[in-house]
């Protein structure tokens, strides 16, 4: 039996010119997408395409972090920084205040605004939430605040650890970006605890005189 002698291809039946003929459809679609026309995609399926560590911090992480950073770049930049300058411990300690409340006012504070989902989201970890020129005075005096405790916080373990014997030469523990970090936001967290707690007194005691 002869064998079926097969047709043409129909690719080859194809005149040359569709073979460079641009799909314009699906550039106008893609140019002209918005909001309005895109289809709906699930969250779990855009976090399959997500690039990068899936690693989620709670705000209060996120605000710890922030605070430690923030205030140990005060103590490299400004109290090592200009430790060559500035021979004397109480002048550094007092510019070094000055630039942790400078900071504070103007950058730390406004990065706390600027990750806010929504408006005064991030006050609670401020504690001068409000935006104006009165802040930067107050901002400077609480600088101060917190830099005492921090110091005298470096004093009681430097105490402490002299008392035990375990202080040999020179000072057990000095100054540094990191401890100075943690132990700014460790006392920042705390006054802010108190300021809240406080805030909660007055106002169950309003409340109560109704």
Request: contains cysteine; glycine residues 8%; proline residues 4%.
């Amino acid at each position: 039996m002869a064998k079926q002698k097969k047709g043409p291809s129909p690719d080859r039946e194809k005149p040359l010119a569709e073979y460079y003929q641009l799909h314009t459809k699906a550039i106008d679609d893609l140019v002209g997408a918005d909001a309005s026309n895109a289809p709906q995609v699930a969250p779990e399926e855009l976090k399959k395409y997500r690039s990068g560590p899936r690693i989620t911090l709670s705000d209060r992480i996120k605000a710890v972090l922030i605070k430690i950073w923030f205030a140990g770049m005060v103590c490299y930049f400004f109290y090592w920084g200009i430790g060559a300058y500035v021979s004397n411990d109480l002048d550094k300690i007092v510019i070094l205040a000055v630039a942790l409340g400078m900071v504070t006012d103007l950058l730390t504070n406004n990065v706390f605004r600027f990750m806010a989902k929504t408006k005064g989201a991030n006050d609670r970890w401020l504690m001068f939430p409000q935006k104006g020129f009165i802040t930067f005075p107050l901002n400077l005096l609480y600088a101060g605040v917190l830099t005492f405790f921090v110091m005298n916080t470096y004093g009681v373990i430097n105490a402490a650890a002299a008392s035990l014997g375990v202080q040999t030469e020179g000072t057990f523990l000095g100054v540094g970006p990191v401890l100075f970090g943690v132990f700014t936001a460790g006392w920042d967290l705390l006054f802010l605890g108190a300021k809240r707690l406080m805030r909660s007194i007055v106002e169950d005691a309003k409340r109560a005189a109704r």
